[in-house]
């Protein structure tokens, strides 16, 4: 069995030619089209919410299926037991990457770059981001769980504590190829690691398995585990022009909301309400409480008065 993954499924023309101006339609059904072509089912959301595509495919839990089937739904030739289904989410990052020149002119290193911010990680370990690279023509294809934990073994999990990701502008180098060795690197200040382990078919491989109820719920607390240590603190950064001590205090501050019940912040919003109310009393608010209050009432818009034609 040769399986040849990825392969341009658009034959006449590259991606290059799609950069400018379709480029996030065409690297989606480029990705999508390679999925297909490996057996699995390929679905495309209907609104745009950070999920890009949606793949499942049915297999043998036992992992008799081959990489480039698909049972759909039949049990398995070989231990006869029911197939069962399994499906990811994947957000597609697509990069021209940027290249590093020896004295020679000789292309040495190229390296990836993309941003994420934390919307973009969902507590589900079905989460999976495809990164994807014309140049060389490449699908890196890293779980949520698996990408994490890159940042941990790189010894750089503060960077989700970092203002700028939480902003959504921060963006990653983090992985580069060098081309001498034909090797993919996930690299940080102290340590660099191989991920050719997530490169095209490897990737592949990683993901054609069956996730058992128990293996899920570990996997999921895994990455509640990380997002609690590092998504809800911040690390001081120039950016921060506050002292240490009102630093400290802030964190504290932000990791008690977590401890919170959901009724702590019903109420919050309930207490929120009432202070509207009241502003709306004070004759729809003077001067500075009137544009504060104009802001806030702007989230209660009926959306029929602004139909076109009002
Ligand atoms: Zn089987």
């Known amino acids: 069995m040769s399986i040849k993954f990825p392969t341009n499924p658009f034959k006449i023309v590259g991606p290059q030619d799609y950069y400018k101006y379709e480029k996030t339609k065409f690297s989606e059904d480029y990705v999508g089209e390679n999925f297909k072509s490996v057996g699995w089912n390929v679905y495309q959301p209907f609104r745009d919410k950070g999920i890009d595509l ?9 992992g008799h299926t081959d990489l480039n089937k698909n049972l759909n739904g039949e049990k398995c030739d070989i231990c006869k037991i029911d197939s069962v289904k399994i499906l990811y989410f994947i957000q597609v990052k697509t990069r021209e990457t940027k290249e590093t020149k020896n004295k020679n002119g000789e292309v040495t290193k190229t390296t990836f770059g993309w941003t994420l911010g934390t919307k973009d990680f969902e507590t589900d370990p079905r989460k999976l981001f495809v990164m994807f690279s014309n140049n060389p023509d490449v699908f890196l294809i890293i779980s949520i769980n698996d990408y994490l934990n890159l940042y941990l073994k790189t010894k750089k999990p503060n960077y989700f504590q970092e203002y700028s ?5 921060d963006r990653d180098h983090s992985i580069s190829y060098n081309y001498d060795e034909n090797m993919w690197y996930f690299s940080s200040k102290h340590t660099k690691l191989s991920i050719n382990e997530y490169l095209n078919l490897e990737g592949l491989k990683k993901i054609h398995k069956y996730t058992d109820i128990n293996n899920f719920q570990k996997l999921s607390d895994e990455i509640v585990n990380f997002k609690n240590k590092y998504f809800l603190t911040f690390k001081k950064t120039k950016t921060f022009k506050i002292n240490d001590n009102e630093f400290d205090e802030m964190n504290k501050e932000i990791l008690k909301l977590i401890t919170k019940e959901k009724k702590y912040f019903l109420d919050l919003k309930k207490s929120n309400y009432e202070k509207l109310i009241k502003l709306k009393q004070i004759k729809m608010g003077k001067g500075k409480e009137k544009s504060i209050f104009d802001s806030i009432i702007n989230y209660f818009v009926d959306p029929e008065s602004i139909k076109p034609g009002n």
């Open 54 to 62: 949606i793949i499942s495919k049915y297999i043998c839990p036992k």
């Open 165 to 169: 990701f939480r902003k959504g502008n």
